[in-house]
């Protein structure tokens, strides 16, 4: 008997020792597989109880670290839950609204992505509108849950390269909160007038309990409706996207200078962006052409109707223009000319941009125009011979424009010349010819041999 006891006794206070361990390890988890228990992971039958126990135990409390594996995934790294943002979980009404703005090569096939994205979200398309050539855009707005507003907004943005993005939160609660208030009351209001309509007697009576109940029928419709927007506003939020093509901006920069004299390879450019010198002095023009966009810019021209000169009239100073040019590279080239005269240039430079892979973009030219005075003073002094028949021939050259300026001006009115020269001449013809005295009456003959009576 007591041989017995003592064994029992024995097998208890192990039994108990076994629980304690499998209780106090780390997580429980060694105790739930037995692992660590035994050499090869052999156990006995009372360190199978005891796991049996520590299992039960861990089973029976949930809030144990390491016994959810449906929460345990649902952690963020290290274990840490993530911290939520949904404005529900403070108790108010947000209406969260965004504008994105995007480039993208493919218009369409962007759109076709960011519906896609959207969709993966729970959220819908809103409504659409496309434009395309000559400039492709496309805006579309969609609908995703709150909670899903920032993963929307990460996801649109890498459809493209971000152009804007501007978000807002806007708190409706109180909005909410007034609403109801007042269709509570309103709905009180019209309980009453129906109350109030049962029992009335009279036509007049009765038709202005009508007239009332309408308007606060009508009242009551109003804030309900008003409230549906501003929860479904609250229950959906709002992005609207915008897609533009990602085209290139061409741009260039011209800035003409000039310099007094010749040096053969324009050495002294850029000069002044004006210039004084004596007539038929000897002056540099400077052009110098900047690729200020963000392509590369190739086949160049340069045109100067009042200088009469071409790209190929010019001197290189530095550059290549045979070669394309990338953005912030310039090209400076040089003309000799002589100041006979006062000049105002009129230079424009063009240049074709290329893509990444040399491919010209069509219709998509860069150009500039640039004017400038070079004043040319006359040096004063005994003017020369030459001087003096050359002024001779202007000022005879002026007399004979002046001439035949006055006879263009008289030309359309030489038919009144005609005229007053030919009633002029009637007028003398008239004057040379004798007037015919009018006829009288004639005396009878005194008959030959009659007398007078004095005979």
């Not at 943005?157 to 509570?184: P, Y």
Request: proline share 6%; with cysteine; charged share 20%.
């Amino acid at each position: 008997m007591f041989g017995r006891s003592s064994r029992l006794t024995a097998l208890v206070a192990l039994f108990i020792a076994l629980v304690l361990a499998a209780c106090s390890s780390s997580g429980g988890t060694a105790a739930t597989t037995g692992a660590g228990l035994g050499a090869g992971g052999d156990s006995s039958p009372l360190e199978t109880m005891a796991a049996t126990a520590t299992t039960a135990a861990s089973t029976e409390a949930p809030g144990a670290a390491g016994t959810d594996d449906s929460r345990t995934a649902g952690l963020g790294n290290g274990g840490v839950a993530q911290v939520s943002t949904n404005p529900a979980d403070f108790g108010r009404d947000i209406v969260f609204t965004a504008e994105i703005a995007v480039s993208a090569p493919d218009v369409v096939a962007a759109g076709e992505e960011a519906t896609r994205i959207i969709q993966s979200l729970g959220g819908f398309i809103f409504g659409q509108r496309t434009v395309g050539a000559p400039e492709p855009q496309t805006i579309l707005v969609f609908k995703v849950f709150p909670e899903d507003f920032q993963a929307a907004l990460d996801r649109l943005g890498s459809i493209g390269e971000l152009r804007s993005q501007n978000v807002s939160a806007d708190d409706v609660t109180e909005r909410v909160v007034d609403l109801q208030s007042r269709i509570n009351t309103a709905q009180a209001s019209v309980e009453r007038l129906r109350g109030f309509l049962e029992t009335a007697e009279g036509i007049e009576v009765i038709a202005q309990l009508e007239n009332q109940l309408l308007a606060r029928e009508t009242e009551l419709e109003t804030l309900r409706g008003q409230l549906r927007t501003v929860e479904d506003a609250v229950a959906m939020a709002t992005i609207t996207l915008s897609i533009a093509e990602s085209t290139s901006r061409p741009e260039i920069r011209l800035e003409v200078t000039a310099y007094p004299g010749h040096d053969e390879a324009g050495l002294s450019c850029p000069g002044s962006p004006a210039l004084d010198v004596e007539e038929s002095a000897e002056v540099t023009v400077c052009f110098e052409v900047t690729n200020v966009g963000d392509t590369w810019l190739q086949n160049f021209e340069v045109r100067d109707p009042i200088l009469d000169v071409a790209l190929s009239d010019l001197l290189v100073v530095f550059g290549d223009p045979a070669e394309a040019i990338e953005p912030g590279q310039s090209i400076m080239f040089a003309y000799e000319a002589i100041a006979d005269r006062d000049l105002r240039t009129q230079t424009t430079v063009s240049a074709q941009p290329i893509a990444e892979d040399g491919t010209p973009l069509p219709g998509r030219d860069a150009s500039a125009t640039v004017s400038i005075f070079i004043n040319a003073i006359d040096p004063g002094g005994i003017p020369t011979f030459a001087e003096g028949l050359e002024a001779s021939w202007e000022a005879l050259v002026g007399i004979g424009k002046f001439a035949l300026l006055l006879i263009g001006a008289l030309l359309p009115f030489s038919w009144v010349l005609v005229v007053g020269w030919l009633v002029a001449r009637w007028r003398r013809t008239r004057r040379s010819v004798p007037a015919t005295p009018p006829p009288t009456e004639t005396e009878a003959p005194t008959p030959v041999g009659v007398g007078s009576g004095n005979d």
